[in-house]
């Protein structure tokens, strides 16, 4: 189904757009509109003051800004507002052959703005990177949404509303039609000649995923079939996300994946990106001072016409010294976001300086050298530990599948 109605709003949308007194953003090419923008936002900001409490601000993107920096390409666009002392918005597009969506949201902002970090004792800038949530769009579409949303990265809350954004834009005008966001569309009505048939109460079980299997995945510096890997990840990955209400869990299945990426050279971030069937994960590595650590995990998983993405690029997991690789064979769990957690099994990485397509020696997580000490311990414990889980999953699940039964009614 599709969640979102096109309708063709005429005179309403250019009435819609004048009342509201958001931030109104215009980039042009060859004078001609590329890329708009309407929307209020706020931020609050949880930052550090003095003796190690945390204070938090909400301020509001203000009205006049700067767009340099922004740009419609063919398959990607920026919006970029710099504003106040040195704090930056910016918004990356991206499209296919039907629709577009908001991929990246990034929000820079500068500690030292004591008229908004009042107290601050840092002078940094930070930088948080959310994954868009907005559904993909139609091309030649306006979307609105005049209902709250809120983006959540930890330390930054981003409030949205009374939003109208297009992107893409072909012709130099603003589109008459308009995708709405779901939370703004009235909630259908059940038809009320539906005969009532009350559901079967039985509960499917949950049955639990099997261990995924191990799989391998390379990179090499470029094409040429005989260049030597420069990036070298062997692990069984299991994905846990919620999607709206859904729990989704899955395996990825090392033979219908497929990996992408970016080695890291000369201090550039190493990306492994892999694909499998509708998922696609990607997996920042970032060195620093002679350490390699994940940093980011960005997620997106295509379910028909509707994509669940999320991600996190504020990580530190997986240290080991470049040069040598890191190695968890114990299941590990990496909780990514609210919404999404993944699993890996067997893991062994090195994202740099891969010599010989070979892992160098590696250095191994807690869990595994705590295995020696108290295997027994550990196998009753998890044991327990995973039956308390299905068991939970299990009336989790019932319970809702029964909540849903009844909100349907
Ligand atoms: C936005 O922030 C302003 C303060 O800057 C506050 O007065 C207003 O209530 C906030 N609105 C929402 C929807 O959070
Ligand atoms: C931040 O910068 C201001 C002015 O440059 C300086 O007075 C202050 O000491 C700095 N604070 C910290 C925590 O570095
Ligand atoms: C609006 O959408 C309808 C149906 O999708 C399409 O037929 C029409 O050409 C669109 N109009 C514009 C101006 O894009
Ligand atoms: C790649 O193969 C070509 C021809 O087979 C060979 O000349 C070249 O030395 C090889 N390069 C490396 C890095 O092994
Ligand atoms: C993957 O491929 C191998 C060999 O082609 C096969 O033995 C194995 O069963 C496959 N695994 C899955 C999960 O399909
Ligand atoms: C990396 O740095 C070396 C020397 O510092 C240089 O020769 C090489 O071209 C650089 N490679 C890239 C991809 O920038
Ligand atoms: C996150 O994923 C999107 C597409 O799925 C990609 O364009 C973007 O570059 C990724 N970001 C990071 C930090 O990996
Ligand atoms: C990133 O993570 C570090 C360590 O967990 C934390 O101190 C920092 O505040 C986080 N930054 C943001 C912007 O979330």
């Known amino acids: 189904m599709f969640r979102y109605a096109c309708v063709t709003l005429l005179l309403l949308l250019a009435a819609g757009v004048r009342q509201s007194s958001g931030t109104e953003v215009k980039?042009?090419?060859?004078?001609?509109?590329c890329l708009y923008a309407n929307l209020m936002l706020n931020f609050s900001v949880t930052y550090e003051v003095a003796g190690k409490k945390n204070a938090t601000v909400t301020f509001t993107l203000p009205e006049t800004g700067t767009t340099n920096g922004s740009r419609c390409g063919n398959d990607s666009s920026l919006l970029k507002i710099d504003f106040g002392k040195g704090h930056s918005w910016a918004?990356?597009?991206?499209?296919?052959?039907?629709?577009?969506?908001?991929?990246?949201?990034?929000?820079?902002?500068?500690?030292?703005d004591d008229t908004i970090f009042k107290n601050s004792s840092s002078n940094d800038t930070k930088t948080v990177t959310?994954?868009?949530?907005?559904?993909?769009?139609?091309?030649?579409?306006i979307y609105t949404c005049k209902s709250h949303e809120t983006l959540d990265s930890g330390l930054v809350q981003q409030v949205f509303w009374n939003v109208s954004l297009q992107a893409f834009?072909?012709?130099g005008t603003l589109s008459k039609n308009a995708t709405i966001c779901h939370d703004d569309q009235p909630t259908p009505t059940p038809p009320s000649t539906t005969t009532i048939t009350p559901k079967p109460t039985t509960t499917p079980k949950p049955t639990p995923l099997p261990q995924p299997t191990t799989g391998t995945y390379k990179l090499k510096p470029n094409d040429t079939s005989n260049s030597t890997a420069c990036l070298l990840?062997?692990?069984?990955?299991?994905?846990?996300?919620?999607?709206?209400?859904?729990?989704?869990?899955?395996?990825?299945?090392?033979?219908?994946t497929t990996s992408g990426g970016n080695c890291g050279i000369n201090g550039s971030d190493?990306?492994?990106?892999?694909?499998?069937?509708?998922?696609?994960?990607?997996?920042?590595?970032?060195?620093?001072?002679?350490?390699?650590?994940l940093h980011a995990v960005?997620?997106?998983?295509?379910?028909?016409?509707?994509?669940?993405?999320?991600?996190?690029?504020n990580m530190s997991l997986w240290e080991a010294a470049v040069g040598s690789s890191y190695m968890c064979n114990k299941q590990q769990t990496v909780n990514v976001s609210d919404s999404l957690a993944f699993v890996t099994y067997d893991l062994r990485a090195q994202p740099f300086e891969v010599k010989n397509n070979s892992f160098a020696t590696a250095d191994d997580c807690a869990a595994d050298k705590d295995d020696n000490l108290i295997v027994p311990i550990a196998v009753g414990?998890?044991?327990?530990?995973?039956?308390?889980i299905v068991l939970a999953a299990y009336f989790i699940g019932r319970r809702r599948n029964q909540a849903r039964g009844y909100e349907s009614f």
């Open 27 to 33: 980039v042009e090419e060859d004078k001609k509109l």
């Open 91 to 112: 918004l990356n597009f991206t499209r296919d052959n039907q629709t577009y969506k908001v991929d990246y949201i990034w929000f820079t902002y500068d500690l030292k």
């Open 130 to 141: 959310v994954g868009g949530r907005m559904r993909a769009v139609d091309l030649n579409n």
């Open 169 to 171: 834009i072909s012709n």
């Open 233 to 256: 990840v062997t692990v069984g990955l299991q994905l846990h996300y919620t999607d709206g209400k859904e729990f989704v869990s899955e395996n990825i299945d090392p033979n219908i």
């Open 270 to 293: 190493a990306v492994l990106v892999l694909k499998c069937d509708h998922v696609t994960i990607s997996f920042t590595f970032v060195e620093n001072k002679q350490k390699f650590f």
């Open 298 to 313: 960005n997620v997106s998983v295509v379910n028909g016409n509707h994509t669940f993405h999320s991600g996190n690029a």
């Open 381 to 388: 414990v998890s044991l327990a530990v995973l039956v308390l």
